[in-house]
C-alpha cells in the first residue's frame, strides 16, 4: 500500500461521492466546532475589557452583556434555519447575497466571509495553545510553553490540514471524541459551579482561590467613557458568534433529506452553546472570577481560573483543559470545511481562479485548503498566535456576511410569492439583519482603532482582486470564443526553429521530428566561444544524410555570444524571425532530457524551461513552442 494512501485515504471515485455525505451527530463537530468553542474565548474576550472595572465590573455587567449576545445569537438562529431550508444546495451570503441583492453585495459577503474563515482557523489554533500554556503556567515547563506559543501553533495548522486532506466524513469522525469531551466537561464544571452556588445562597467556596481583581475602580470610568468600555466588552463577546453560518454554507455534504439534517446540527450546535456561554458566565460571577492581563508572565485564561476554582487542579482540571485545548484546536476545522466550499461558489461565478473548482482525489476541493493553510500559517506569524492580537480583527467579517445574508432573505422572500407564511420569514430575517447590522455598526466603532480598521481596508482590496480575477476570465472568455467553422484556408507548414548546443540523440529526435512538420528547418546554435562545436559536425551528421534522402536542406545559422548569455540571442533571433516571415506560424522545438528521479532534476540545467516561459511571455499567437522529450 502506498504510503499517500495511508495517509490521505484511497482515491475516490466520482461514483463514491454519497458515501462522503454526513449525518448531523458527524456535523455537530465538523461545522459547530467553531460556535461550541467560542465559549472558551467569548466571555474571557470581554471580561478582558472589563478589567478595568474590577470584580464590580464582572458581577454587574457580565450577565447582561451576554444576555444580549445570546439574544441575538437566537434572532440568527431562527433566521438561518430559514436560510437552510430556502437553500438546499447551499445558502452561504455569497449564494444568498448574489441571487437577492446584486453581485457587488455578494463580493462584499465573499470578502467578509474569507477574512472571517482565515481568523476563525487562526483565532481557535491560537485559542488552544493559549488554554495548554494555562495548564501548565504554574509548572517549569510553563515559560518554556509561552516562548514556542507560535511554534506550537502552526504544528497544530499543519496537523488539521493533513486530517482534512482525509475528507469531510473522516474528519467529523476524528475530531467527534474531543467535542464530546469538551461538552461534557464544560457542562460538568457549569453543572457543579451552579449547584454550589445555589447551595451556599450565591457565595461558593473556591477550590483554588481566583487572582485578585482591581480595586474600586468606579471613579475612573463614568459616563461616555463607561458606555464606550462597556460596547468594546460587548463587541469582543460578539466572537462567539462567529460559527452561526458554518451550518448553511455546508448544506450540501448532509444526507438526505438535506435541510432537516442540517437543521437538527444547527439547532444541537445552537443550543449547547446558549448553554455554555451563559452558564459560564454566571458560574465566572459567582466565584469572581475576573480576566488576567495576557501579556503578563503568570497569565492564565479564564476558562482555566474557572475550572480550577470549582473542582480545584485535580485530574478533572486537567482533562477539562486538555479537551478544551483539543476542542479549540480543532474548531479550526469549521473554517476547512466551509473555506473550500465557499471559495468554489466565488470560483463558479469567475471571480476566483478556477482552481478552486476542482475536486481532488478524495473528492475534496484541495485548493481551497491549501489556500486556507496558508494563508492561516501567514496570520499567525504576524500576530505571534497571541489570541487577544487576533480577537478585535474577528467578528466583523462575520457580521458583515450576516447582514448582507439576512438582508438578502428578505429579498427572497419578499419575490417568493407563494412561500407559505412569507410575511413572517420577512419579518425574521429582516429582525435578523436590522440586529446583525447595529452589531456590525458597534464592532467598527468600539475596535477601529484596535484592528478593525484591517479589516475595513482588506474587504475593499480582497473586492478590486476578485473584480480583477473577473474581467481576466471576461477577457479570455470574449478573445477565445469561436463560433465558426474549422478554417482550412492559407494552412502552411510552419518555420521550424532548433536550439542546439550539439550533436547527440536528444537533438537528433528533435531533427526527425521539426523535418516531419515542415521542409524549412532553422537550427540556431549560439556559439560564445569560437569553437563552433556543431558546425564541425554539421556536414557529415546532418546535410549528408539528408542529401542521400533528397530532402530539403535544414539551415544552421550560429550567432555568436559575446558575454556568455544563452537564451537572450535565441529569443532576438525568434522575433527577428517572426518580424521576416509574418504570415507564417514558427514552432520552436525545445530538446529536452526527461530523467527517471526527480533529485536529478538538481544535476542538469534548466535552461529548457526558462526559454519556453520566456518565448510564452514575449511570443503571439503565430509562436508555437513544442517540446521534444527524450526519456533517460
Given amino acids: 500500500m502506498k504510503v499517500f494512501d495511508v495517509l490521505f485515504g484511497r482515491p475516490l471515485s466520482s461514483d463514491e461521492s454519497h458515501s462522503i455525505q454526513i449525518s448531523p451527530a458527524v456535523g455537530i463537530p465538523i461545522f459547530g466546532l467553531d460556535g461550541l468553542t467560542s465559549a472558551a474565548y467569548g466571555p474571557e474576550a ?50 444568498v447575497a448574489s441571487e437577492n441583492l446584486g453581485d457587488k453585495a455578494g463580493l462584499f459577503a465573499a470578502a467578509a466571509l474569507m477574512i472571517d474563515y482565515v481568523l476563525t482557523a487562526a483565532v481557535g489554533i491560537s485559542a488552544g495553545v493559549t488554554a495548554l500554556v494555562s495548564a501548565f503556567q504554574e509548572t517549569k515547563y510553563g515559560p518554556q510553553l509561552h516562548q514556542h506559543q507560535l511554534l506550537m501553533c502552526l504544528v497544530i495548522l499543519t496537523g488539521i490540514a493533513l486530517v482534512n486532506m482525509r475528507g469531510v466524513k473522516e474528519t467529523g469522525v476524528v475530531f467527534m471524541l474531543p467535542t464530546i469531551l469538551f461538552v461534557g466537561t464544560l457542562l460538568a464544571t457549569i453543572g457543579w459551579g451552579v449547584f454550589q452556588a445555589l447551595m451556599t445562597h450565591g457565595h461558593p467556596v473556591a477550590h483554588y482561590a481566583p487572582p485578585s481583581p482591581v480595586d474600586n475602580p468606579l471613579h475612573k470610568f463614568a459616563g461616555w467613557l463607561l458606555v464606550y468600555l462597556l460596547l468594546k466588552a460587548f463587541s469582543s463577546g460578539c466572537a462567539a458568534m462567529t460559527g452561526v453560518e458554518a451550518v448553511s454554507n455546508g448544506v450540501t455534504a448532509f444526507k438526505e433529506p438535506r435541510s432537516h439534517n442540517a437543521n437538527v446540527t444547527l439547532t444541537v450546535i445552537i443550543g449547547i452553546l446558549i448553554i455554555l456561554l451563559f452558564g459560564l458566565s454566571y458560574v465566572a460571577r459567582a466565584y469572581g472570577v475576573t480576566a488576567m492581563d495576557p501579556n503578563a508572565t503568570s497569565y492564565q485564561s479564564v476558562l482555566s481560573i474557572e475550572v480550577s476554582a470549582v473542582f480545584g487542579r485535580q485530574w478533572f482540571y486537567f482533562l477539562t483543559m486538555g479537551s478544551v485545548l483539543a476542542a479549540l484546536s480543532f474548531s479550526a476545522n469549521t473554517a476547512f470545511a466551509d473555506f473550500p466550499r465557499m471559495a468554489r461558489a466565488i470560483a463558479g461565478q469567475d471571480y476566483l481562479p478556477h482552481v478552486f473548482l476542482l475536486r481532488g482525489r478524495r473528492l475534496l476541493f484541495s485548493h481551497g485548503i491549501y489556500a486556507l493553510t496558508t494563508l492561516t500559517a501567514v496570520i499567525l506569524i504576524i500576530f505571534d498566535g497571541v489570541t487577544d492580537r487576533l480577537i478585535p480583527l474577528y467578528a466583523i467579517g462575520a457580521f458583515l456576511a450576516f447582514t448582507l445574508s439576512q438582508a438578502g432573505m428578505v429579498r427572497h422572500w419578499h419575490k417568493t410569492l407563494d412561500a407559505p407564511h ?47 480575477v473577473k474581467r481576466h ?36 529526435k528533435a531533427m526527425r521530428f521539426g523535418m516531419l512538420m515542415s521542409p524549412l528547418v532553422k537550427v540556431v546554435h549560439v556559439d560564445s566561444d569560437d569553437a563552433d562545436a556543431l558546425g564541425k559536425v554539421w556536414e557529415q551528421m546532418v546535410l549528408i544524410p539528408v542529401r542521400e534522402h533528397q530532402m530539403a536542406l535544414p539551415e544552421l545559422v550560429t550567432v555568436r555570444s559575446s558575454y556568455r548569455n544563452i537564451l537572450t540571442p535565441l529569443i532576438d533571433y525568434v522575433m527577428e524571425l517572426e518580424e521576416e516571415f509574418p504570415g507564417r506560424k514558427i514552432a520552436v522545438l525545445l530538446p529536452e532530457l526527461v530523467v527517471r528521479h526527480w533529485w536529478e532534476y538538481l544535476l542538469h540545467g534548466q535552461r529548457v524551461q526558462l526559454l519556453k516561459l520566456l518565448l510564452l511571455l514575449k511570443g503571439n499567437q503565430r509562436i508555437v513552442v513544442v517540446n521534444i522529450p527524450w526519456y533517460l
Avoid at 62 to 86: K, N
Fill in 473 to 508: 476570465y471576461t477577457r479570455v472568455r470574449a478573445e477565445t470564443i469561436d463560433p465558426t467553422p474549422l478554417r482550412l484556408t492559407g494552412l502552411a507548414p510552419p518555420i521550424v526553429v532548433i536550439p542546439m548546443a550539439g550533436w547527440d540523440k536528444v537533438t537528433e
Fill in 46 to 95: 470581554a471580561m478582558t475589557l472589563l478589567i478595568p472595572l474590577g470584580f464590580w465590573g464582572v458581577q454587574h455587567y457580565l450577565l447582561p452583556i451576554f444576555g444580549l449576545i445570546l439574544t441575538l445569537l437566537t434572532i440568527l438562529y431562527f433566521s438561518y434555519r430559514q436560510t437552510i431550508e430556502a437553500y438546499p444546495n447551499g445558502g452561504g451570503s455569497f449564494t
Fill in 422 to 468: 412569507r410575511h413572517v420569514k420577512m419579518f425574521v430575517n429582516g429582525l435578523g439583519a436590522v440586529a446583525t447590522g447595529i452589531t456590525l455598526c458597534v464592532l467598527l466603532f468600539s475596535k477601529f482603532l484596535e484592528g478593525a480598521w484591517v479589516t475595513a481596508i482588506l474587504v475593499p482590496l480582497l473586492i478590486a482582486a476578485m473584480m480583477g
